[in-house]
């Protein structure tokens, strides 16, 4: 079964950067794009971007151009998505999500909690 | 930039129906946008009901429905049941691989 594990909460500083992983199993790495989403507590889900495991193309939310790299590594079928100049702002859940044929988010992670506190 | 409106909630009694809209800051959702639909309870991630507009998810019981009603994107539920209680959340598809997500609509059953 499809199946999508991240890696485990982090905190950090303001101005430093966060990298979480995002691990694939149970269906061909390169035939589905993967999304990134995150939730700021107590608020809705926010669309960051989506990368094509096959070519490694990423396209970003215009909040997040220039803040946000997706990348993947086919090897070990892992994604990950880096977010820069963290802020209060960026503690959120991070969630990595497989597309579907039909534009939808059909297969979630878990989530990873991202704390920026000084 | 896109914003993609819900209601931010609704009450329904327990049998009851809802529907419940996804609507665009500018122009008119069609099924060229790809409406999808996910119902999310707390601490739990989002869990896919709808997608391509009006096609249930593997295990989405049938009481959830979806369509296109005037210019905006519908999720109806037929029949609200308890554990229906939870936030949805809309996603459209805004092309060149560009989505964008709802604001939200939280339903209460009671």
């Known amino acids: 079964q499809v199946q999508l594990v991240q890696s485990g909460a982090e905190v950090k500083k303001p101005g430093a950067s966060v990298k979480v992983s995002c691990k694939a199993s149970?269906?061909?790495?390169?035939?589905?794009?993967v999304h990134w989403v995150r939730q700021a507590p107590g608020q809705g889900l926010e669309w960051m971007g989506i990368?094509?495991?096959?070519?490694?193309?990423?396209t970003y939310a215009q909040n997040f151009q220039g803040r946000a790299t997706m990348t993947r590594d086919t090897s070990t079928r892992t994604l990950y998505m880096e977010l820069s100049s963290l802020r209060s702002e960026d503690t959120a859940v991070y969630y990595c999500?497989?597309?579907?044929?039909?534009?939808?988010?059909?297969?979630w992670g878990q989530g990873t909690q991202v704390t920026v506190s000084s | 930039q896109t914003v993609v409106t819900q209601e931010p909630s609704f009450s329904v009694s327990p049998g009851g129906t809802v529907t419940l809209t996804c609507g665009l800051s500018?122009?008119?959702?069609?099924?060229?946008?790809?409406p999808s639909w996910y119902q999310q309870t707390p601490g739990q991630a989002p869990r896919t009901l709808i997608y391509?507009?009006?096609t249930r998810s593997s295990g989405v019981p049938d009481r959830f429905s979806g369509s296109i009603v005037g210019n905006k994107a519908a999720l109806t539920i037929t029949g609200a049941q308890a554990e229906d209680e939870s936030d949805y959340y809309c996603?459209?598809?805004?092309?060149?691989?560009?989505?964008?997500f709802g604001t939200g609509t939280m339903v209460t059953v009671l």
């Open positions: 999500a497989r597309e579907s044929p039909h534009h939808s988010l059909a297969h």
């Open positions: 149970g269906y061909a790495f390169s035939n589905y794009y």
């Open positions: 990368i094509s495991p096959a070519g490694g193309r990423a």
């Open positions: 500018s122009g008119s959702v069609s099924t060229s946008n790809y």
């Open positions: 391509s507009t009006n």
């Open positions: 996603v459209l598809y805004m092309g060149s691989d560009i989505y964008v």
